[in-house]
């Protein structure tokens, strides 16, 4: 049976919803909507979405209090990807530093909008990991996607020198993310501003290995 992947957008103006739900729905995305933050606290609780989509102003709980209540959870919700859409101008420390993943900021494109959240789509970075599992025994795999895993995360937190981005752009793309690949590749050159993509696309890889290895402990 087909399944779309799930996202949870909040936004306290109705019409901010209404674009969210057209422009996701005729993406592929099931969406499900919230009005303040707590409704979409609670949504992720009893939903568990893909990926979750916040402005920041909002009653109840703002978008910084949703995204904190999110990341101090248990389980898969914690390390889901959570993207700020908002119209204030947020720096991307702060962002990072309060939980967010990312940001688009309004007003926006439909089309940018698409192409923005298709890189949070579940599975994409994982299709290329899927096509190893021919010649290797899934506990083998399961360790090398942990290694690159804990090495962007490694990387993340110290800020790499381009010889670290070099390595990791490479054992990325021996192992099928080639998103991760292109991007750590454009950091270990040098270029700065890389750097926001770069660590964006380490954190989606992250929650993507995080959940298939969460997937494969329930049914190991």
């Known amino acids: 049976m087909l399944t779309y992947p799930k996202v949870v957008v909040a936004d306290d103006e109705i019409i ?7 422009c996701l729905t005729h993406a592929g995305w099931q969406v499900m909507s919230a009005q303040d933050g707590q409704q979409a606290v609670d949504l992720v609780a009893s939903q568990r979405p893909d990926l979750v989509m916040l402005d920041i102003n909002m009653p109840v709980l703002d978008g910084w209090q949703a995204a904190a ?5 248990s389980g898969a919700a914690a390390g889901m990807p959570i993207i700020a859409f908002t119209s204030l101008r947020v720096g991307e420390d702060e962002l990072r530093r309060r939980g967010f993943d990312g940001c688009l900021s309004k007003p926006c494109d439909p ?6 959240v298709a890189r949070w789509r579940p599975g994409g970075e ?62 270990s050159t040098g270029e700065d501003s890389a750097r ?12 993507a290995i995080d959940r298939r ?3 494969d402990r329930v049914t190991g």
Request: hydrophobic share 55%; with cysteine; proline share 3%.
């Open 16 to 22: 901010n919803i209404r674009f969210l739900e057209h």
């Open 69 to 73: 209540a999110i990341r101090g959870s």
């Open 111 to 116: 089309a940018h909008l698409v192409q923005e």
């Open 126 to 187: 994982l299709g290329g990991v899927e096509r190893l599992a021919a010649v290797f025994a899934p506990a083998e795999l399961d360790a090398l996607i942990k290694r690159l895993r804990d090495q962007l995360a490694e990387a993340i937190a110290n800020a790499p020198d381009p010889a670290t981005a070099h390595r990791i752009a490479g054992a990325a793309g021996t192992l099928g993310f080639a998103q991760v690949s292109e991007s750590w590749l454009a950091l």
């Open 196 to 207: 926001a993509r770069a660590y964006a696309d380490a954190r989606r890889a992250i929650a």
């Open 213 to 215: 290895l969460c997937a």
